[in-house]
């Protein structure tokens, strides 16, 4: 029986259905959970999220409402301490109150003595200067920084704030685990496209076709990465028979891209080709297994790259945010696209290379996903010896 018992406040996007911020909680979640039995001592989370009664549902835990925040700031003097994050939560591209809420969850606990751990994440883009002084006075007063690539910690730097109390380590997800059980011999897909007869097809990795996990969101406003992804499958499709597996990771709206990408397709079934999509996955294990029966991956998403990558799937990225270029750097994989370009032939190229050495690309990455899988546990590992020293 663990000696020492401590309850930590958890902080991020969750509780959005966001099956990437979901498996950064889920990865968090089993990693706080491994120290236990690793160092006896045991962490009892409790997370903030948009939705607490699906989050408590979904992983066991207590969860508060994320916008509460006297409730908030009672948790906290209730609590040993607080982990903000993981995830892409200091950043202003998506808004100015994204920055100011995230750095008010960690004031409140700070104010009410509570140490505070960033967690692995990843920082950026700052584009108005005004925010650095408060991320700077925030993070200097924190017990732990980590972030999951070296771009953010160069931010940080640029910040004011030592490099010597920054640690760079990996995204959460590359350490979550197939859910128990898993079998990666067949799975059932429900067709999305209007130009297929079947609504649901099975597929699996020993199929006569490659199946190809795809990734899309919306971000450019005349759609020419979707344009230009939907030309290239299509260009693909006429050269092989392939299985193009849509795997939405933000519901709705990565069911109404991918719906956007597979009617620009058309009717591919004449060249032996077929089209699914994985319907309303939200648990991110079983989207992780989703991936995993994957022969590749293309990807917008940044967690379906790292889903990839955790599974050794050979993948392509397109590139609509810093993150997903600092992603890829770490993996030494240069980006397919980007939001403003996506080469047709480019992409056909690049999936037509990762199907036929699928197996040297795997050889070849290994020493780098071990090592971000190594990475992964750091920041828990930090955590637990934190209390262990205290009490």
């Not at 979901?22 to 979640?29: H, N, P, Y």
């Not at 006075?137 to 910690?153: G, L, M, P, T």
């Not at 699914?276 to 995993?292: I, Y």
């Not at 050979?314 to 609509?320: A, D």
Request: contains cysteine; glycine residues 8%.
């Amino acid at each position: 029986m663990a000696s020492v018992s401590v309850q930590i406040v958890i902080s991020g996007y969750y509780g959005f259905r966001n099956s990437g911020d979901e498996a950064v909680l889920k990865s968090i979640l089993n990693s706080l959970a491994a120290q236990e039995k690793e160092q006896g001592i045991r962490i009892v989370p409790v997370v903030l999220s948009n939705d607490p009664e699906w989050t408590s549902r979904m992983y066991g835990v207590r969860s508060v409402q994320r916008m509460k925040l006297g409730e908030i700031r009672q948790l906290l003097k209730e609590s040993d301490g607080l982990i903000s994050g993981g995830g892409s939560l200091l950043q202003d591209s998506t808004g100015l109150l994204t920055i100011p809420y995230y750095l008010g969850i960690v004031h409140i606990a700070q104010w009410v003595r509570k140490p505070v751990f960033i967690y692995a994440q990843g920082v950026g883009p700052v584009q108005r200067p005004f925010f650095f002084k408060w991320i700077r006075n925030v993070f200097r007063k924190s017990a732990y920084i980590s972030v999951r690539d070296q771009e953010s910690a160069s931010l940080l730097g640029r910040m004011g704030i030592d490099s010597s109390s920054v640690e760079v380590v990996a995204d959460p997800v590359m350490g979550l685990p197939l859910p128990d059980g898993n079998s990666a011999a067949s799975s059932t897909a429900s067709h999305g496209s209007a130009h297929q007869a079947a609504e649901t097809a099975s597929y699996s990795t020993t199929d006569s076709i490659p199946v190809i996990g795809i990734s899309v969101r919306f971000w450019d406003k005349q759609r020419r990465e979707l344009d230009g992804i939907a030309e290239g499958l299509k260009l693909l499709s006429s050269q092989r028979p392939v299985h193009l597996r849509f795997l939405p990771f933000h519901l709705p709206d990565d069911e109404q891209a991918s719906r956007y990408v597979i009617d620009k397709i058309g009717d591919i079934s004449g060249n032996g080709s077929i089209i699914s999509t994985a319907d309303q996955v939200t648990d991110p294990q079983q989207m992780l297994a989703e991936v995993s029966r994957c022969h590749m991956l293309l990807g917008m998403r940044l967690h379906s790259l790292i889903y990839a990558a955790s599974q050794s799937v050979p993948l392509m990225g397109i590139s609509y945010d810093p993150k997903i270029d600092q992603f890829l750097n770490r993996m030494q994989i240069k980006p397919t696209g980007t939001s403003s370009v996506t080469e047709p032939a480019r992409l056909v190229e690049d999936a037509v290379y990762l199907l036929d050495h699928g197996q040297e690309w795997q050889t070849n990455k290994l020493p780098l996903i071990q090592a971000l899988q190594q990475d992964a546990a750091r920041p828990a590992h930090f955590i637990a010896q934190y209390f262990l020293a205290k009490r």
